[in-house]
């Protein structure tokens, strides 16, 4: 069953398209991962697809509740709040009872430690848990890559391999990601290069193996150009030097353009008011601005994701 469904949908910033039709359908227990460069939208792309920043064009539809994880910016910690007091929040948000924070899994946080002290690792356990509370049927979560060293990488994959494990389906960004973790992989475009905005969605086996982008127009090769009896280089005079040689009147001259030949046409510049021309991305791309929309935020003044 689909929990996620994406059609031609794009998220632009000012002049520039962060994402531009992006066909996805992401099934119950799948784990899809959203990868690019530095500035190429990684963060908005996973906020569209959760439904926490307005789309520019297309639209989402979900199957199931979609929960934010922690997304730096979007939803961080309270400095002063301890790992219980969190918990102890989002339930009292969701309706439940406050006293139900002693039972909840802390996937080994401590339950004193306070906001401003987690690690970057520990922020993402504790969006986990913080997610969990909703009985979700789909989390994201950004930059499961950023801070981590090995061994607090895979254990945080292997969280979210229990979350799969149970039919949720996770939504991850990274720069890079081991194709034997994720089912496909939404592969955005480098903001530096041309066509900003296009994405390419990959099956972990072609991610594995660097499948070329298949809407890449091929490279265009010269033919080999068959000299004519008139371009064939005319022979030596002897004894004449060649400044002094007699020329008739209709014979070809260097300088004159042969008519055989192409016109070269001089290739046109981008203007500066031109709204075709590539935009830089800046580095609030991935920081999870708002893309000509605003991202809907939860509870204590804005900190939280709308669940």
């Given at each position: 069953m689909s929990v996620l469904s994406a059609t031609a949908a794009g998220v632009r910033h000012?002049?520039?398209?962060?994402?531009?039709?992006?066909?996805?359908?992401?099934?119950?227990?799948?784990?899809?991962?959203?990868?690019?460069p530095p500035g190429s939208g990684r963060t908005s792309a996973v906020l569209a697809l959760a439904r926490r920043l307005r789309l520019s064009q297309g639209k989402i539809d979900h199957c199931g509740t979609a929960v934010l994880g922690h997304?730096?910016?979007?939803?961080?910690?309270?400095?002063?709040?301890?790992?219980?007091?969190?918990?102890?929040?989002?339930l009292a948000?969701?309706?439940?009872?406050?006293?139900?924070?002693?039972?909840?899994?802390?996937h080994g946080?401590?339950?004193?430690?306070?906001?401003?002290?987690?690690?970057?690792?520990?922020?993402?356990v504790l969006g986990l848990v913080l997610a969990g509370l909703s009985s979700p049927a789909l989390v994201?979560?950004?930059?499961?890559?950023?801070?981590?060293?090995?061994?607090?990488?895979a254990e945080l994959w292997g969280l979210l391999g229990e979350l799969t494990a149970a039919g949720v389906a996770v939504l991850?960004?990274?720069?890079?990601?081991?194709?034997?973790?994720?089912?496909?992989?939404?592969?955005?475009?480098?903001?530096?290069?041309?066509?900003?905005?296009?994405?390419?969605?990959?099956?972990?086996?072609e991610y594995a193996v660097g499948e070329p982008d298949a809407s890449a127009e091929p490279a265009a090769t010269e033919e080999p150009i068959a000299l004519t009896a008139t371009d064939q280089p005319a022979p030596e005079t002897a004894d004449v030097p060649a400044a002094d040689a007699e020329q008739p009147d209709d014979a070809p001259h260097d300088d004159a353009p042969h008519e055989d030949a192409a016109p070269v046409v001089p290739e046109e510049e981008p203007q500066?008011?031109?709204?075709?021309?590539?935009?830089?991305?800046?580095p609030a791309a991935d920081a999870g601005e708002s893309a000509e929309g605003r991202v809907e935020s939860g509870h204590d003044g804005g900190k939280r994701a709308e669940q």
């Open positions: 000012h002049r520039r398209w962060l994402v531009r039709d992006l066909d996805l359908v992401v099934e119950a227990g799948e784990t899809v991962a959203v990868v690019g997304v730096a910016g979007v939803n961080d910690p309270e400095p002063v709040f301890t790992v219980h007091e969190h918990v102890k929040e989002r948000l969701l309706g439940r009872p406050q006293r139900e924070a002693g039972s909840v899994p802390l946080l401590d339950p004193e430690l306070r906001g401003r002290d987690l690690t970057p690792y520990q922020r993402q994201a979560l950004d930059g499961v890559d950023a801070g981590l060293d090995g061994r607090e990488r991850v960004t990274a720069r890079e990601v081991d194709p034997a973790r994720v089912d496909r992989v939404v592969r955005l475009n480098d903001p530096q290069g041309g066509d900003a905005g296009r994405v390419v969605v990959l099956t972990a086996a500066a008011g031109d709204a075709d021309a590539p935009v830089e991305a800046g």
